[in-house]
């Protein structure tokens, strides 16, 4: 295998939240929104990560990208440590690793054209090029997401939600990143938009070679976008494996129950196949529970389950399960 | 695709202006507004006497239209024989003045003073915006006439004096503004495309909170004009024998009774002048929130 292009070890996220009413000598409250999660990233590779609202996905990809603070754990880039490097380095690298947003609208400045918003990645990293040349390469990078380029000069207001996210795509590539994080990129659009985005984004990768982080919370998206699927709970990795493996043989009971959840589109095989459907709501991440996070709502959970994290089990090439009975459920 | 096919970008400006023009009464206040400006500007060359001079044989002569009103003092004259309609037009000039400075003073430090604290946050947050409570705790009037004491009477002294009463409602304006964009996407966007603090603070944020700062900016206009002519009632602001509005009617306050119009054109002057300015900011508020537009 080469060199990992993004290597994340044990990455941790708390949150300070201040209690309603609190003094302020009372001691804030720990949030974990992310607890020590880690992953692998090779060139050009495309990792899906699903987890439901509230499993720290997104704060995930903040961190990674670094808009959000890590608390404990390393983020090594193409072999840098991205977590304890100086502000102003930090900024130089940033222009290797871009995110596209869910708010398509909401993420672009809705006070400057569109050619500006494009071209600003460009004239933030090379002062020296001006501002008509990054226009112009913003022009032909609208040409290729989509976009007629005699849209230029029109204002974001003026697009619909999937013409924006084209946009974000766009600003997102200028810099050529060499990895693309997309936080839940097309949940704010339209279903008949979703395949049009999805299938950009999946060309677009393959064409610039970047590597890719799709974080969404519907699988069915994911698993056309991702060659492997890291499934999150709570702020916990519960099972991570290739694309194919992980949605024809999921192992952890979780996985399962998400699989379970997308429906097929024929009635009559959708009525009757089995759907194991998880019960309770996701426990609050201020109190989580002990052990395995999941044993709160876990079908095959046991008592020995709150006592420590569960063991990682490897059942195949690649695929990792943080359940130790997989194999006797 | 050419480039003859782009097409023309309608800029903010050009559709703010439609919004803008769709009020009467905001066009009305601009356009008795920019008369205002007119006259103060070429006031020198217009006023048919010198606002100093004394006409010794004409005390208190009232306007045209009176019994014993005379075509040489159209709106009459004060108790010491000067012209009140030349003493009015100059006069224009000071309150515009005025107006101008102290908007310009208080918006810039409320603005530098409000981003810092929305920005950086934190305990910086805190001691920036307990300071302007204080501010905030003292009598508007009170604090300035303070300032003024400590700085000494004079015009320009108490301009500065009202620009640090305007102060906190500015910084507090532009701090909230600021905290509510910060955490948009597109905010973060530009964090991840490399933006530094500074070009963040005032490229990116600081743009998208300017119309409720405009809107605050007008309505500050006038009331600078008020507090000026309030100061210069007690003795604080201008000083006579220059002839600013509030002074004015301080000087005439002996002949309420006696000759109205003494104090009435002068308080006129300012009563047109600040509605036809908070008649703008009206206008300028629905223009600007994109909530109030029809499409």
């Known amino acids: ?329 | 695709m050419s480039v003859a096919d782009t097409e023309k970008p309608i800029s903010p400006l050009v559709e703010n202006w439609h919004y803008f023009t769709h009020s009467r009464g905001a066009l009305v206040g601009l356009i008795v507004f920019m008369f205002m400006v007119v006259v103060a500007l070429i006031s020198p060359w217009i006023a048919p006497h010198d606002p100093a001079v004394q006409y010794r044989d004409a005390f208190l002569v009232p306007p045209v239209w009176e019994d014993g009103g005379q075509w040489k003092f159209i709106l009459g004259t004060d108790s010491v024989g000067r012209d009140l309609l030349s003493r009015i037009m100059v006069g224009a000039r000071y309150s515009l003045l005025i107006g101008l400075v102290v908007v310009a003073m208080s918006l810039t430090s409320g603005i530098v003073v409000g981003l810092i604290a929305g920005f950086v946050g934190g305990r910086t947050d805190t001691i920036i915006m307990r300071i302007m409570d204080i501010l905030l705790a003292f009598p508007s009037l009170l604090l300035a006439l303070v300032l003024v004491a400590i700085l000494g009477p004079s015009l320009f002294n108490a301009m500065i004096a009202i620009a640090v009463t305007n102060l906190p409602h500015f910084s507090r304006l532009t701090r909230g503004e600021v905290m509510g964009q910060k955490g948009l996407d597109y905010v973060t966007a530009t964090r991840v495309a490399g933006a530094s603090r500074l070009r963040l603070m005032f490229r990116t944020i600081l743009p998208n909170c300017l119309a409720p700062l405009i809107v605050q900016g007008t309505l500050a206009f006038s009331n600078a004009i008020l507090d000026a002519a309030a100061l210069g009632f007690l003795g604080m602001g201008a000083q006579p024998p220059t002839p600013e509005w509030g002074t004015m009617l301080a000087d005439a306050r002996e002949y309420i009774t006696s000759a109205w119009w003494v104090v009435t054109m002068p308080g006129l002057a300012i009563l047109v002048t600040v509605i036809a300015i908070n008649l703008i900011g009206d206008g300028l508020r629905d223009a600007l929130d994109p909530k109030l537009k029809r499409s």
């Not at chain 1, 998400?258 to 429906?263: E, F």
């Not at chain 1, 395995?292 to 709150?306: D, E, G, L």
């Open chain 1, 1 to 329: 295998m080469t060199a990992p292009l993004l290597q994340v070890d044990e990455l941790r996220v708390t949150f300070d939240i201040r209690p309603p009413g609190a003094w302020p000598w009372t001691p804030s409250l720990k949030l974990q929104a992310v607890g020590g999660v880690s992953l692998q990233l090779a060139p050009g590779e495309a990792l899906g990560i699903v987890g439901e609202s509230g499993s720290g996905k997104s704060t995930l990809a903040r961190a990674i990208i670094g808009t959000i603070p890590s608390t404990g754990g390393r983020v090594i880039f193409d072999g840098r440590d991205l977590t304890t490097m100086d502000p102003a380095t930090r900024r130089r690298h940033r222009r290797d690793v871009q995110m596209i947003f869910q708010d398509p609208l909401a993420a672009l400045n809705p006070r400057m054209n569109v050619g500006d918003i494009i071209a600003e990645p460009l004239l933030t990293h090379e002062p020296g090029l001006g501002r008509k040349a990054a226009r112009r390469q913003a022009a032909e990078l609208m040409e290729r997401v989509g976009l007629l380029p005699n849209l230029i000069n029109r204002y974001p207001h003026e697009f619909s939600g999937g013409q924006c996210q084209r946009i974000g795509i766009a600003r997102a590539l200028i810099l050529r990143p060499r990895l693309l994080i997309c936080d839940e990129p097309v949940s704010a659009l339209d279903v008949s938009i979703r395949a049009q985005v999805v299938n950009l984004l999946k060309d677009l990768q393959r064409e610039f070679g970047v590597a890719m982080i799709f974080i969404a919370h519907d699988l069915s998206v994911v698993r056309h976008v991702s060659d492997r699927i890291l499934v999150m709970y709570l702020g916990k990795m519960m099972e991570v494996a290739p694309a194919r493996a992980l949605i024809a043989t999921p192992r952890h009971p979780y996985t399962k129950a998400l699989i379970a959840a997308v429906p097929i589109p024929d009635p009559l095989r959708e009525k009757a196949r089995p759907r194991p459907v998880l019960e309770g709501e996701l426990p609050s991440p201020l109190n989580p529970p002990s052990g395995c996070v999941f044993r709160t709502r876990c079908p095959i959970a046991r008592p020995s389950c709150a006592e420590g994290p569960p063991a990682v089990l490897n059942p195949g090439p690649g695929h990792f399960v943080a359940c130790p009975w997989i194999d006797e459920a």
